[in-house]
Nanobody
Framework: QVRLVESGGGLVQPGGSLRLSCVAS????????MAWYRQAPGKERELVAT????????NYADSMKGRFTISRDNAKNMVYLQMNSLKPEDTAVYYC?????????WGQGTQVTVSS
């Protein structure tokens, strides 16, 4: 059974940091590109960051560049999102995504709230 389970969300003050984690099971993790998406209330789901199968290539949405860092550990079937300098507009549910040709998997999401 394929599972993606996110953790690490919560309430943080503006300017603070959070580290999201996603553990994968039920598929060959190292063969999948991984990504983080987010969805704020009333908005469409948007791409946050992607990372290649080896971890050697990453990409970020413009508004996250320089603040967020995606990484992965293929030995542990884990993908991470380090989020720094958080802003209220970063408030959203953050989703872990695994993708290969013809297959895409989603986690259930973890809530991140940035508020004073």
């Amino acid at each position: 059974q394929v599972r993606l389970v996110e953790s690490g969300g919560g309430l943080v003050q503006p300017g603070g940091s959070l580290r999201l984690s996603c553990v994968a099971s039920g598929f060959t993790f190292s063969r999948y590109g991984m990504a983080w998406y987010r969805q704020a209330p009333g908005k469409e789901r948007e791409l946050v960051a992607t990372i290649s199968t080896s971890g050697g290539s990453t990409n970020y949405a413009d508004s996250m560049k320089g603040r967020f860092t995606i990484s992965r550990d293929n030995a542990k079937n884990m993908v991470y999102l380090q989020m720094n300098s958080l802003k209220p507009e970063d408030t959203a549910v953050y989703y872990c995504n695994a993708k290969t040709i013809g297959r895409t998997y989603w986690g259930q999401g973890t809530q991140v709230t940035v508020s004073s």
